[in-house]
């Protein structure tokens, strides 16, 4: 099970690190090199998907990451066709930070069948958008509302709301390629409130900005856009020995 995996890593490391994987954003040629970089220099899975998808084919990206790698691979689903396999889990989204049903209920009632059929791991997790600078693909595409950047209580009653829906993770989204990374004390106010573990993502650019979110409370740092350049590969290991805190950092 992938979300005993991540509580694992999670009790273990201090906490984890998941590195997406945008099928518009990573060439075939480079995919797979990319894959075993992460590998090797000690990220604990991946995310797959995107709010948008232009060019790239879902499906056949996802068996190219499946068979390159042994991690977990998980579906960040932007839409119902990103349900499919081969994948080990996929984070079963609700927007919580806004108030559109199509994305509270509407499509997870179109992609619960296939998820059953397919036998993936649905993993329920409370997505919040927050304020970053601009709007974001996320925040467009699913027309809803962030939470203001200097309002951590509303993200903290909203965390707290998830949890007691049922919810397993609570997912803290700046937006992918965001100017501005979730704020440190909205970080620190949601891990506070709830018992579920809380993901940070977007605009993380820095393995510190990555530490000063997991010192606040985050259990799993997510980062994405700041690898589409091959020259920042090797900084894998950076953010990944910052991230897992109890590891003693081997030089
Ligand atoms: C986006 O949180 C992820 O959903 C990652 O964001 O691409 O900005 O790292 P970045």
């Given at each position: 099970m992938i979300y005993e995996y991540l509580l694992n890593t999670i009790s273990s490391k201090g906490a984890a690190y998941l590195i997406l994987l945008d099928p518009d954003k990573l060439s075939d040629d480079k995919l797979i090199p990319f894959i075993q970089n992460c590998e090797m220099n000690g990220a604990d899975g991946f995310l797959v998907g995107g709010s948008l998808i232009i060019d790239g084919d879902f499906e056949s990206f996802l068996k190219k990451v499946k068979s390159s790698t042994s991690l977990p691979v998980i579906i960040f689903p932007g839409?119902?066709?990103?349900?499919?396999?081969?994948?080990?889990?996929?984070?079963?989204?609700?927007?919580?930070?806004?108030?559109n049903p199509e994305h509270l209920i509407g499509k997870h009632v179109l992609a619960a069948p296939i998820i059953k059929k397919k036998k993936i791991e649905p993993i329920s997790t409370g997505y919040i958008i927050v304020e970053s600078g601009s709007m974001t693909t996320a925040e467009y595409i699913s027309g809803s509302k962030p939470v203001p950047r200097n309002k951590p209580e509303i993200a903290a009653a909203t965390a707290l709301a998830s949890q007691y829906l049922g919810m397993k993770l609570i997912y803290l989204e700046a937006?992918?390629?965001?100017?501005?990374?979730?704020?440190n004390e909205m970080v620190k106010a949601v891990s506070e409130y709830c018992d579920i573990p809380v993901i940070v993502g977007g605009g993380i650019k820095t393995p510190q900005a990555a530490r000063e979110k997991v010192d606040n409370g985050a259990e799993i740092i997510v980062t994405g856009?700041?690898?589409?350049?091959?020259?920042?590969?090797?900084l894998v290991k950076n953010f990944a020995d910052a991230v897992h805190f109890k590891i003693p950092v081997v030089v």
């Open positions: 839409e119902v066709n990103q349900v499919c396999q081969p994948a080990d889990a996929i984070l079963f989204l609700s927007v919580v930070s806004g108030r937006g992918s390629g965001a100017s501005q990374s979730v704020p856009n700041f690898f589409e350049e091959e020259d920042k590969w090797h």
